[in-house]
């Protein structure tokens, strides 16, 4: 950990401190990319990970993004049919565009535009979440709660069966 917080990670602790949210972004030495790195990382269970995961819908060309529990699979299809199209892959350079951060660090708000956000219904049966801070190596905590006001997502089924 380091008290100085990279550019990006300071963004997403400037942006909790200014939705009153008091909660504390950590940059970790090894890397949180993916769900099985960071809960290593950090020392909890896979499905306390929040994924924040952008797809980029067809014809509109918005981007979409799906909050789900680390140990979860999305189903594209469920999300199809809550945004009433078609989904995409969204590329790196569509990813940084939209939301202003890399893949593997996204956090689940704070982005660069509005981006329509499903939370999976999982996240909300833990007491303790962690999720990208907008760096591979940046993440904070947080609650269920806190997770649902900071991404003013909709909750929904979001995971393959």
Not at 37 to 58: D, H, M, P, R, T
Request: contains cysteine; neutral net charge.
């Amino acid at each position: 950990m380091s008290d100085k917080l990279s550019p990006s990670a300071q963004k997403i602790q400037q942006a909790l401190e200014t939705r009153g949210v008091k909660l504390q972004v950590i940059e970790l030495a090894d890397s949180t990319r993916t769900s099985a790195e960071a809960a290593q990382a950090i020392g909890c269970g896979v499905g306390q990970i929040v994924k924040s995961l952008v797809f980029k819908a067809k014809r509109s060309e918005r981007p979409i993004l799906v909050i789900a529990s680390g140990v979860n699979r999305v189903d594209e299809r469920r999300i199809e049919k809550l945004i009433g199209e078609p989904l995409g892959k969204a590329d790196a350079d569509f990813v940084r565009a939209r939301t202003g951060f890399v893949i593997g660090g996204v956090p689940p708000f704070g982005h660069a535009e509005p981006v329509e956000t499903f939370i999976d219904q999982d996240l909300l049966n833990y007491s303790e979440l962690w999720a990208a801070a907008g760096t591979p190596h940046a993440v904070f905590r947080l609650t269920p709660d806190e997770l649902l006001f900071l991404s003013d997502g909709k909750v929904a089924p979001v995971k393959q069966e």
